[in-house]
């Protein structure tokens, strides 16, 4: 089955103790890119990466960081979160047609607390 | 910078009830504009994509239609396993083409 995980699906924490959420698709794609939606503000992009060893920040890039040393794996990782990073984290996935991504498919999510 | 803007942002129907919710978009050359469905506490299931105004397309009770301000997804005598949150997206030539840029969605609850 075509799909997007995530692990873990939900995690609470400590302020400042390192964490790597992580993401894997079996679609081939060539693009992926990390999400987190937060009440009232909808999804908005952290990260991407157009291929492997190629990525770059999204709208709120501030606070993580990420990886892409295999295709099919985008680990998300937070260094040191903080209370503001407690949200819903979506992966997606789709293909990269010539400079466009076509439909981006999404993880199941990781619901994060900081405490 | 692209904008996209959903209402209403919350819709109560009874089953049967048609109607339709709206997604207006400001962006620089629309590339595509997309709808999702999401229940509570999963990630977004893709509908449709939409790349030119007067495009359709249909999938079962629902039906997406796209002019250059604005789409509509129409929901025809909707069930309550439609209840959900509908998004929008867009993806314009702002910036990298790798970026979607979503809405708040709208809540749909349908009721028997």
């Known amino acids: 089955e075509a799909q997007v995980t995530q692990n873990p699906r939900y995690l609470i924490t400590v302020t400042g103790k390192k964490l790597t959420v992580t993401c894997s698709q079996n679609?081939?794609?060539?693009?992926m890119s990390w999400y987190r939606q937060d009440p009232g503000l909808g999804l908005r992009q952290i990260y991407y990466s157009m291929n492997v060893e190629v990525t770059d920040k999204g709208d709120v890039p501030e606070g993580y960081k990420v990886s892409r040393k295999e295709k099919r794996n985008f680990p998300l990782i937070l260094e040191s979160p903080s209370p503001n990073q407690t949200s819903l984290y979506f992966c997606?996935?789709?293909?990269?047609?010539?400079?466009?991504?076509?439909?981006?498919?999404f993880g199941p999510g990781t619901r994060l607390t900081v405490l | 910078e692209d904008q996209v803007t959903q209402s209403p942002e919350a819709l109560r129907l009874q089953e049967g009830e048609s109607s339709s919710l709206n997604c207006s978009y400001t962006v620089s050359g629309l590339r595509g504009l997309f709808w999702y469905r999401q229940d509570p506490g999963k990630g977004p299931e893709f509908l449709f994509t939409?790349?030119?105004a007067g495009e359709e397309k249909e999938k079962e009770r629902l039906k997406a239609t796209l002019t250059k301000k604005e789409s509509f997804l129409h929901i025809t005598a909707p069930k309550p396993e439609d209840s959900a949150t509908y998004l929008c997206a867009v993806q314009g030539h702002t910036g990298t083409a790798s970026k979607l840029t979503f809405g708040t969605g709208t809540r749909l609850q349908v009721t028997l």
């Open positions: 997606a996935s789709s293909l990269w047609r010539g400079g466009d991504t076509d439909t981006q498919y």
């Open positions: 679609m081939n794609h060539e693009y």
């Open positions: 939409l790349y030119s």
